[in-house]
């Protein structure tokens, strides 16, 4: 059925098709969702075992291995790492992509409680999570209230903020950054306790008994049943110090007595600090499914009802990932509006009629609106990704509508009626535009279907393309050809023929008359396309230039937080010496924001601080982002003893590898060789292992036979000292019942005993005789041990992240398999690659299958419309004339081969073949009609070639906002805008050329072997 000449009968139907996909469109479009990336759920599990105070070495061989040896057996594990700190063990479970992420959560839960009965019996409950990729920071916030504390304003968040926040749509957590926690204080006197032979330990567990609340039953008094409670509990601090406890020995004492009590705040383990003054943060972050820009928007009118209800409130907004996720988007849509309005500038500079150029624009927004139909029934999001695949393909979408309306224009230009020449070009064109636009499905699918983590971003990419590709087809073949029709007006004046086309035609002819020469001049173009190739940089993902990085410090193990803050402090002094850096939020000891996505996480420390740093706009800035951070490594490079790392930690910002070993010496030896080893290559940033460095420890060595004698336990020993120094666990706690909250009571020895070794060895503690000292039954002194430990795959491991610095990945990794240590790495010591270079090696291989799979795809396609076998390789002649054009703009743009670089690449294939299809199409006919082949091919090149040419410039003038960087952050967009732009000069130019000679070779080679079947 010939829809074009039904449609042309009949606008009707088809005008209110179109009418109702518009509409439909537009609603899916305001329904949508706007994120910066598609919320991906990767069957990744977390288990999270606390115990407090326990060393990282103890963690591991009582908990870690026993975790690692339940999960590594499971269904489709494919690797375990661990990460074990200071009471805690973080072992993640990467399981293939097909497992479902609900049965990989199951099946850990089960093999964690299969094993729970081996692990310590005061570990807490392992927590089983899957991750969630989408729980990163989004906005944090600062706040201040006149007349309110550093613990009020912690209270406030917690209480008031958190809970208002939580009712917004889409927020996911609402986390303290800073602050003070409340806390009763009750610090208990070494030589009042030493006097009376009473432990820590025995008053942290009395006040817990006395200090309590209980149900007590029921009763019926009076014909009425009652309820009975136990009050045991105190309201004041004041209390808590009146208390009388019952010692072991029958004796009673206040606990005022033995300790001050007092209503105080815990010890300060994290502060915020923005721009050098104390403040206190929270950070939000988004569930999954929601957008940013919504979140962000209903957050902000929520703090907005929060001033005006809270006397005094002030707050600022320091770190915003939402707002670049709104620039994103805006640039996005821009560039489809220019992109459309230069293709529309290019259809009306050859067709010079406003009438026609009307009904080529036309096709482009009733082509990308229907689109979003399909994009909300795979439930897609407008995110970075699908708003690229339309800015792509912005070009292509108006090729089918151009292909029709100049094929009718020409048509009018031999006299007919518009209604005829619709008729007759429509008919004419029909098979050609079908085929390009099923060789382009054919190219932009498969990529939704590729292996990976990239695989799975690139879903949405695929899928969104060929949507829109079939859109523009549906446009072409109803409304094309029906608006010409009814629209256009009759012609009575024959054009004439131009110098560019007869100059055209004649090399067109001299080629297929020097099929030999020409021929050895395509092979010569494309061995000189390879061998540019040889010249390129390669990476993963470009690193981006938005207005917002991090610089994160870490002092060595052992240093306080007063260091710590000391030291950010002056890290922050020297930022600011910089003139593009606005505004520094500090977070010391905890904050997320910023981090890297896939970062294993881990517990906060007090040797650790992360400065956000606020830069100028992009435009206002001479450098960029990567330039900027390589002045402030170097301005850094003076603090001492510090490891710096500057940057966001994203795609395209370090090289990361791993040495693995089950020979913990013999890994430590290894790495220290290679990080001596690659200070030697120039150029990179920072290099840091997470080899653990020693930190100071007190080591208690109880003595076997006084233990014995006396009847002390080494885990009485344990359990005195823990609470004697940091109190007792948080399960094991006494609690002040406040109206609004629970207070924690805190029992420990004073300042003093905590920094004294002496006064330490003193300590009480129990035995079967009574209190005995700890100086008595074991031997303190000062010691070292990991700070913390890393594994994977069951083997010790140590990851090194080294800095690009401007770098490209590539040649920092072939620079890295260069050194001498990782050339002859020992026996039992093997070498992994992990993160973008990792990543690199999949990209590079799916892309190729999907390369692979599209070039199949085309020529099945092509078998089928021309039902010939060897013709439509014709066709795939252009697609490697393409790569010469496409490695000559890279290297003129100094862009890397990387993703956006391969997508260009496969978009490069459907544009080169639907160029190829319009010629050979053409020629087949002809001859079909009794047309020679020479003519035939002659004719076609003079009745396509301008098609093709006003095709080629529209999808180039499409991409030239992206390519010259007009609009937000070219980074991801323009390298790919520049394969394209290349790779369509030269494959548009020699598809013209070369496409016919290599049709003649082919059908020289079937009409012998034609010849040979009948001998």
């Given at each position: 059925?010939?829809f074009?000449?039904?449609?042309?009968?009949?606008?009707?139907?088809?005008?209110?098709?179109?009418?109702l996909?518009?509409?439909?469109?537009?609603?899916?479009f305001?329904?949508?969702?706007?994120?910066?990336?598609?919320?991906?759920?990767?069957?990744?599990?977390?288990?999270?075992?606390?115990l407090?105070?326990a060393?990282?070495?103890?963690?591991?061989?009582?908990?870690?291995?026993?975790?690692?040896?339940?999960?590594?057996?499971?269904?489709?594990?494919?690797?375990?790492?661990s990460?074990?700190?200071?009471?805690l063990?973080?072992?993640?479970?990467?399981?293939?992509?097909?497992?479902?992420?609900?049965?990989?959560?199951?099946?850990?839960?089960?093999?964690?409680s299969?094993?729970?009965?081996?692990?310590?019996?005061?570990?807490?409950?392992?927590?089983?999570?899957?991750?969630?990729?989408s729980?990163q920071?989004?906005?944090?916030?600062?706040?201040?209230?006149?007349?309110?504390d550093?613990?009020?304003?912690?209270?406030?968040?917690?209480?008031?903020i958190?809970?208002?926040?939580?009712?917004v749509?889409?927020i996911g957590?609402?986390?303290r950054?800073?602050g003070?926690?409340?806390?009763?204080?009750?610090?208990?006197?070494?030589?009042?306790?030493?006097?009376?032979?009473?432990t820590?330990?025995?008053v942290?567990?009395?006040?817990?008994?006395?200090?309590?609340?209980?149900s007590g039953?029921?009763t019926?008094?009076?014909?009425?049943?009652?309820?009975?409670?136990?009050?045991?509990?105190v309201?004041?601090?004041?209390?808590?110090?009146?208390?009388?406890?019952?010692?072991?020995d029958?004796?009673?004492?206040?606990?005022?007595?033995?300790?001050?009590?007092?209503?105080?705040?815990?010890?300060?383990r994290s502060a915020?600090?923005?721009?050098?003054k104390?403040?206190?943060g929270?950070?939000l972050?988004?569930?999954?499914?929601a957008?940013?820009?919504?979140?962000?928007?209903a957050?902000?009118a929520?703090?907005?009802?929060?001033?005006?209800?809270?006397?005094?409130?002030?707050?600022?907004?320091?770190?915003?990932?939402?707002?670049?996720?709104?620039?994103?988007?805006?640039?996005?849509?821009?560039?489809?509006?220019?992109g459309?309005?230069?293709?529309?500038?290019?259809?009306?500079f050859?067709?010079?009629?406003?009438?026609?150029?009307?009904?080529?624009?036309?096709?482009?927004?009733?082509?990308?609106?229907?689109?979003?139909?399909?994009?909300?029934?795979?439930?897609?999001?407008?995110?970075?990704?699908?708003?690229?695949?339309?800015?792509l393909?912005?070009?292509?979408?108006?090729?089918?509508?151009?292909?029709?309306?100049?094929?009718?224009?020409?048509h009018?230009?031999?006299?007919?009626?518009?209604?005829?020449?619709?008729m007759e070009?429509?008919?004419?064109i029909g098979?050609?535009?079908?085929a390009?636009?099923?060789?382009?499905?054919a190219?932009?699918?498969?990529?939704?279907f590729?292996?990976?983590?990239?695989g799975?971003?690139?879903?949405?990419f695929g899928?969104?393309a060929?949507?829109?590709?079939?859109?523009?087809?549906?446009?072409?073949?109803?409304?094309?050809?029906?608006?010409?029709?009814?629209?256009?007006?009759?012609?009575?004046y024959?054009?004439?023929?131009?110098?560019?086309?007869?100059?055209?035609?004649?090399?067109?002819s001299w080629?297929?008359?020097?099929?030999?020469?020409?021929?050895?001049?395509t092979i010569g173009?494309?061995?000189g396309?390879m061998?540019?190739?040889?010249?390129l940089?390669?990476?993963?993902?470009?690193?981006?230039d938005?207005?917002?990085?991090?610089?994160?410090i870490?002092?060595?193990?052992?240093?306080?937080?007063?260091?710590?803050r000391?030291?950010?402090?002056?890290?922050?002094?020297?930022?600011m010496?910089?003139p593009y850096?606005?505004?520094?939020?500090?977070a010391?000891?905890?904050?997320?924001?910023?981090?890297?996505?896939?970062?294993?996480?881990?517990?906060?420390?007090?040797?650790?601080?992360?400065?956000m740093?606020?830069?100028?706009?992009?435009h206002?800035?001479?450098?960029?982002?990567?330039?900027?951070?390589g002045l402030?490594r170097?301005?850094?490079?003076?603090?001492?003893g510090?490891?710096?790392?500057?940057?966001?930690g994203?795609?395209?910002?370090?090289?990361?590898?791993?040495?693995v070993?089950?020979?913990?010496?013999?890994?430590y030896?290894?790495?220290?060789?290679?990080?001596?080893e690659?200070?030697?290559?120039?150029?990179?940033?920072?290099?840091?292992?997470?080899?653990?460095?020693?930190?100071?420890?007190?080591?208690?060595?109880p003595?076997p036979?006084?233990?014995?004698?006396l009847?002390?336990?080494?885990?009485?020993?344990?359990e005195?000292?823990?609470?004697?120094t940091?109190?007792?666990?948080?399960?094991?706690?006494?609690?002040?019942?406040?109206?609004?909250r629970?207070?924690?009571?805190?029992?420990?020895m004073?300042p003093d005993?905590?920094?004294?070794?002496?006064?330490?060895s003193r300590l009480?503690?129990?035995?079967?005789?009574?209190p005995?000292?700890?100086?008595?039954?074991?031997t303190?002194?000062l010691?070292?041990?990991?700070?913390?430990?890393?594994r994977?795959?069951q083997?010790?491991?140590?990851?090194?992240?080294i800095?690009?610095?401007?770098?490209?990945?590539?040649?920092?990794?072939?620079a890295?398999?260069?050194?001498?240590?990782?050339?002859?790495?020992?026996?039992?010591?093997?070498k992994?690659?992990?993160?973008?270079?990792?990543?690199?090696?999949?990209?590079?291989?799916?892309?190729g299958?999907?390369?692979?799979?599209?070039?199949?795809?085309?020529?099945?396609?092509?078998?089928?419309?021309?039902?010939?076998?060897l013709?439509?390789?014709?066709?795939?002649?252009?697609l490697?004339l393409?790569?010469?054009?496409?490695?000559?703009g890279?290297?003129?743009?100094?862009?890397?081969?990387?993703?956006?670089?391969?997508?260009?690449?496969?978009?490069?294939?459907?544009?080169?073949?639907?160029?190829?299809i319009l010629?050979?199409?053409?020629?087949?006919?002809a001859?079909?009609q009794?047309?020679?082949?020479f003519?035939?091919?002659m004719?076609?090149?003079h009745?396509?070639?301008?098609?093709?040419?006003?095709?080629?410039?529209?999808?180039?003038?499409g991409?030239?906002?992206?390519a010259?960087?007009?609009g937000?952050?070219?980074?991801?967009?323009?390298?790919?805008?520049?394969?394209?732009i290349g790779?369509l000069v030269?494959?548009?130019?020699?598809?013209l050329?070369?496409?016919?000679?290599?049709?003649t070779?082919?059908?020289?080679?079937q009409?012998?072997?034609r010849?040979k079947?009948k001998?």
């Amino acid at each position: 059925m010939n829809f074009s000449a039904w449609a042309i009968k009949k606008p009707i139907p088809s005008l209110m098709l179109f009418i109702l996909l518009t509409l439909a469109g537009m609603l899916t479009f305001k329904a949508m969702k706007v994120q910066s990336f598609p919320d991906v759920e990767l069957p990744m599990v977390t288990i999270s075992a606390a115990l407090p105070g326990a060393a990282p070495a103890q963690l591991e061989s009582e908990v870690a291995r026993k975790l690692e040896n339940a999960v590594a057996s499971l269904r489709g594990v494919k690797q375990v790492y661990s990460k074990i700190q200071d009471g805690l063990v973080l072992v993640t479970v990467e399981f293939i992509l097909e497992k479902p992420i609900t049965e990989a959560v199951d099946d850990v839960r089960n093999a964690v409680s299969g094993v729970r009965s081996d692990l310590p019996g005061d570990l807490k409950d392992p927590v089983i999570s899957k991750v969630d990729f989408s729980d990163q920071a989004i906005l944090v916030y600062t706040i201040s209230v006149t007349g309110m504390d550093e613990e009020q304003l912690s209270w406030l968040i917690d209480n008031r903020i958190s809970k208002d926040l939580r009712g917004v749509a889409g927020i996911g957590r609402v986390t303290r950054v800073g602050g003070l926690n409340r806390q009763v204080s009750v610090e208990l006197d070494p030589a009042r306790m030493q006097a009376l032979g009473v432990t820590a330990l025995d008053v942290s567990r009395q006040l817990l008994i006395t200090q309590k609340d209980a149900s007590g039953g029921r009763t019926e008094l009076s014909g009425s049943e009652q309820a009975v409670r136990t009050l045991g509990t105190v309201k004041t601090a004041e209390e808590v110090g009146n208390m009388e406890l019952a010692l072991v020995d029958g004796r009673r004492i206040r606990l005022n007595q033995i300790a001050t009590v007092k209503d105080t705040v815990a010890d300060r383990r994290s502060a915020a600090m923005l721009d050098g003054k104390p403040v206190v943060g929270f950070e939000l972050t988004r569930s999954r499914g929601a957008g940013e820009m919504d979140v962000a928007t209903a957050v902000r009118a929520r703090m907005a009802q929060l001033k005006s209800a809270v006397p005094g409130l002030q707050y600022a907004e320091v770190f915003d990932m939402a707002t670049p996720v709104q620039e994103q988007f805006d640039g996005s849509m821009h560039l489809l509006y220019e992109g459309a309005l230069l293709a529309i500038i290019v259809v009306w500079f050859f067709l010079r009629d406003w009438r026609a150029t009307f009904v080529s624009a036309v096709a482009l927004p009733l082509s990308v609106i229907p689109t979003f139909i399909g994009m909300h029934y795979f439930g897609f999001t407008l995110n970075v990704v699908t708003l690229l695949s339309l800015a792509l393909v912005v070009g292509i979408l108006v090729d089918d509508a151009i292909v029709e309306i100049e094929n009718i224009v020409r048509h009018l230009h031999m006299g007919k009626t518009p209604y005829q020449a619709a008729m007759e070009a429509a008919d004419e064109i029909g098979m050609a535009v079908i085929a390009t636009t099923l060789a382009l499905v054919a190219v932009f699918l498969p990529t939704a279907f590729m292996d990976g983590i990239v695989g799975r971003f690139f879903k949405q990419f695929g899928w969104t393309a060929a949507l829109a590709v079939l859109a523009s087809l549906l446009v072409a073949r109803l409304l094309t050809p029906m608006m010409a029709a009814y629209m256009l007006k009759k012609i009575d004046y024959h054009p004439k023929e131009g110098a560019v086309t007869r100059g055209y035609m004649a090399v067109a002819s001299w080629c297929l008359r020097h099929r030999l020469l020409t021929v050895l001049m395509t092979i010569g173009f494309f061995v000189g396309s390879m061998a540019l190739s040889g010249l390129l940089k390669t990476g993963f993902v470009p690193a981006d230039d938005m207005s917002q990085t991090a610089v994160k410090i870490e002092l060595p193990p052992g240093s306080t937080f007063e260091q710590t803050r000391d030291m950010a402090e002056r890290t922050r002094k020297l930022l600011m010496t910089q003139p593009y850096i606005k505004r520094v939020y500090t977070a010391i000891g905890g904050g997320s924001a910023g981090t890297d996505l896939f970062a294993d996480g881990g517990a906060a420390s007090v040797t650790q601080a992360s400065l956000m740093l606020t830069l100028a706009d992009r435009h206002e800035r001479p450098i960029t982002k990567t330039r900027l951070e390589g002045l402030l490594r170097e301005k850094l490079s003076v603090l001492p003893g510090v490891r710096v790392t500057v940057g966001l930690g994203g795609n395209g910002e370090k090289y990361q590898m791993v040495l693995v070993s089950d020979d913990p010496q013999m890994l430590y030896r290894t790495v220290e060789k290679v990080k001596q080893e690659l200070y030697t290559i120039p150029g990179l940033g920072a290099v840091t292992a997470n080899a653990s460095l020693e930190r100071p420890e007190i080591e208690i060595r109880p003595d076997p036979a006084r233990a014995a004698d006396l009847g002390v336990t080494p885990g009485a020993i344990a359990e005195v000292v823990r609470v004697a120094t940091v109190g007792d666990y948080d399960t094991q706690q006494s609690k002040l019942n406040l109206p609004d909250r629970q207070v924690p009571i805190v029992v420990r020895m004073g300042p003093d005993v905590r920094h004294n070794l002496e006064l330490l060895s003193r300590l009480m503690v129990p035995g079967s005789k009574g209190p005995v000292m700890l100086g008595q039954v074991a031997t303190l002194r000062l010691s070292s041990g990991p700070t913390q430990i890393e594994r994977q795959s069951q083997s010790r491991s140590v990851m090194f992240n080294i800095e690009l610095n401007g770098r490209s990945l590539g040649e920092v990794a072939m620079a890295v398999d260069k050194l001498p240590t990782l050339q002859n790495l020992p026996a039992g010591v093997k070498k992994k690659e992990v993160g973008d270079s990792e990543e690199q090696g999949k990209l590079f291989a799916s892309f190729g299958l999907a390369m692979l799979a599209g070039v199949v795809c085309i020529y099945m396609v092509l078998v089928l419309l021309f039902h010939d076998f060897l013709q439509p390789i014709t066709i795939l002649i252009a697609l490697p004339l393409s790569l010469g054009g496409a490695f000559m703009g890279l290297l003129i743009g100094g862009s890397e081969m990387g993703m956006p670089a391969l997508i260009g690449l496969i978009m490069l294939m459907g544009i080169a073949s639907k160029n190829s299809i319009l010629l050979v199409e053409y020629a087949v006919t002809a001859r079909d009609q009794g047309m020679a082949r020479f003519e035939a091919l002659m004719d076609a090149c003079h009745k396509r070639a301008r098609p093709i040419v006003m095709t080629s410039l529209a999808m180039g003038a499409g991409m030239l906002p992206i390519a010259l960087g007009i609009g937000v952050d070219p980074s991801f967009r323009a390298p790919m805008a520049i394969a394209v732009i290349g790779g369509l000069v030269t494959s548009t130019i020699l598809s013209l050329l070369v496409v016919p000679v290599f049709y003649t070779l082919i059908d020289d080679f079937q009409q012998f072997m034609r010849r040979k079947a009948k001998w």
